[in-house]
């Protein structure tokens, strides 16, 4: 079995260097946790060099989206090479909170294609806004998907794309509105279950899917033993004691 996952989204946080500083000091006491997992933060741009220096020997670079262009002059890009040499070996794409400023299913399997050309990992994020009481909210996933990874090839994908269930209702919440581990389960079942009618259950098998809304310290316990290949993180990513507690959570 491959090592968990753990992705830190730092999203636009935290406000200054020196609050960088202190969470890497705070998880670097837990280096050798870090090391037992795939680990990975995704901090705002500005970041990108202390980050890279502080979690260098436990961690790597993740990036919170890629662009969609390759080639050209672009003012206010950062391009996929930039990142790549900066030690990115991920990337979060098709985040809700990107969705939300209108970014497309279409947008987001070019974007996956561009990292698995550049040999970044693609973390697709996939989460519906409202649990329908008839399970509509299974179709939206299928369709997220479905409409995401269009346009690639099975043989590009496998064992290399990885998949982040969040559902955005519980997304920045508290670790008592996440979602019920029953429901987790339940997902990462369908969302095999999507993988192997659109690809073959060697892919549907071979693709590490993760959960991300709301993880803290006091539910990771209740959540990480039900097909859950690792994590997502965003508010308990931001102070170091949160995290290290999730991290050793993860390898007991
Ligand atoms: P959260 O964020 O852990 O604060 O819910 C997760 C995410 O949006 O990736």
Redesign the pocket.
């Known amino acids: 079995m491959s090592k968990k996952i753990l992705v830190a989204?730092w999203?636009n946080h935290p406000e200054s260097l020196d609050e960088v500083k202190v969470i890497l000091k705070g998880l670097s006491r837990k280096s050798a946790v870090y090391k037992k997992l795939n680990f990975f933060i995704a901090p705002p741009l500005s970041y990108l060099e202390s980050v890279s220096k502080g979690i260098k020997s436990f961690g790597s670079l993740a990036s919170q989206d890629i662009p969609t262009v390759i080639e050209g002059t672009h003012t206010g890009i950062v391009s996929v090479n930039i990142l790549k040499n900066f030690g990115t070996r991920l990337s979060i794409i098709g985040?809700?909170?990107r969705r939300a400023m209108g970014e497309t299913n279409k947008e987001i399997s070019l974007k996956i294609k561009i990292a698995l050309k550049s040999g970044i990992i693609p973390l697709l994020c996939v989460g519906e806004l409202v649990r329908g009481k008839e399970g509509e909210h299974f179709e939206f996933i299928r369709e997220q998907i479905r409409l995401s990874l269009e346009g690639i090839k099975k043989a590009d994908l496998y064992k290399k794309v990885v998949i982040a269930y969040?559902p955005i209702w519980?997304?920045?919440?508290s670790a008592k509105e996440a979602i019920e581990p029953k429901d987790l389960e339940q997902m990462i079942i369908f969302i095999k279950k999507v993988l192997t009618d659109l690809f073959g259950r060697d892919l549907a098998e071979n693709t590490m899917i993760l959960y991300?809304?709301?993880?803290e310290a006091t539910n990771i316990g209740s959540i990480m033993d039900v097909g859950v290949d690792g994590f997502?993180?965003?508010?308990?990513s931001l102070e170091a004691g949160s995290l290290n507690s999730i991290a050793s959570s993860l390898i007991s």
Do not use: P, Q
């Open positions: 989204n999203k985040h809700s909170e969040e519980a997304i920045g919440k991300g809304g709301s993880v997502l993180v965003g508010h308990a």
